[in-house]
T-cell receptor
Framework: QKEVEQDPGPLSVPEGAIVSLNCTYSNSAFQYFMWYRQYSRKGPELLMYTYSSGNKEDGRFTAQVDKSSKYISLFIRDSQPSDSATYLCAMSVDFGNEKLTFGTGTRLTIIP | EPEVTQTPSHQVTQMGQEVILRCVPISNHLYFYWYRQILGQKVEFLVSFYNNEISEKSEIFDDQFSVERPDGSNFTLKIRSTKLEDSAMYFC????????????FGPGTRLTVL
């Protein structure tokens, strides 16, 4: 079983739709969860950062973590064509000097 | 807004040659990382670096790889004798704060080994 699993897509939705992106993981020691956005041939850009279980909202983006199910989600409301990118989930066991373990990324296209 | 920078953006080299990839982390950051992403695959951790020492390295980071912080601003990744399978995007990242793990990534260096 892979440590972090993410549906690679591609996922296409019409502009204005709500997008749901998900990751599952197997290592129950993960405590820190991140979502990155990556445009083609660019570096990952940090979108959301959460610690442990719960929700976090930032503008049109909401991150959810359910540690009991080992499941994390990113919701994008009122999706825009500029949201078209690959979305990577990443997680780590500890903070500070700690490596990130990434999912494979989901390629998202918002259709105008 | 401060950002991580990397040079060159694209490096082409012959198999067996040495390459040095350069990164300038954000100035007040303390923890530095290298990751790589082979085309179509996930981002993979290579090495973390703090206080002028390697903190952790992955199985990928074998004796052909080394890292260095030669001065107060640069952070380099050296591959001594490149192999075809080293072709990938190499990302540098840095973290400002020891109490969380928000890692900020540079734009990457595309390494092509012929």
């Amino acid at each position: 079983q892979k440590e972090v699993e993410q549906d690679p897509g591609p996922l296409s939705v019409p502009e204005g739709a709500i997008v749901s992106l998900n990751c599952t993981y197997s290592n129950s020691a993960f405590q820190y969860f991140m979502w990155y956005r990556q445009y083609s041939r660019k570096g990952p850009e940090l979108l959301m950062y959460t610690y442990s279980s719960g929700n976090k909202e930032d503008g049109r983006f909401t991150a959810q973590v359910d540690k009991s199910s080992k499941y994390i989600s990113l919701f994008i409301r009122d999706s825009q064509p500029s949201d078209s990118a690959t979305y990577l989930c990443a997680m780590s066991v500890d903070f500070g000097n700690e490596k990130l373990t990434f999912g494979t990324g989901t390629r998202l296209t918002i259709i105008p | 807004e401060p950002e991580v920078t990397q040079t060159p953006s694209h490096q082409v080299t012959q198999m067996g040659q040495e390459v040095i990839l350069r990164c300038v982390p954000i100035s007040n950051h303390l923890y530095f990382y290298w990751y790589r992403q082979i085309l179509g695959q996930k981002v993979e951790f290579l090495v973390s670096f703090y206080n002028n020492e390697i903190s952790e390295k992955s199985e990928i980071f074998d004796d052909q790889f080394s890292v260095e912080r030669p001065d107060g601003s640069n952070f380099t990744l050296k591959i001594r004798s490149t192999k075809l399978e080293d072709s990938a995007m190499y990302f540098c990242a840095s973290t400002p704060d020891p109490t969380n793990n928000e890692q900020f990534f540079g734009p990457g260096t595309r390494l092509t080994v012929l």
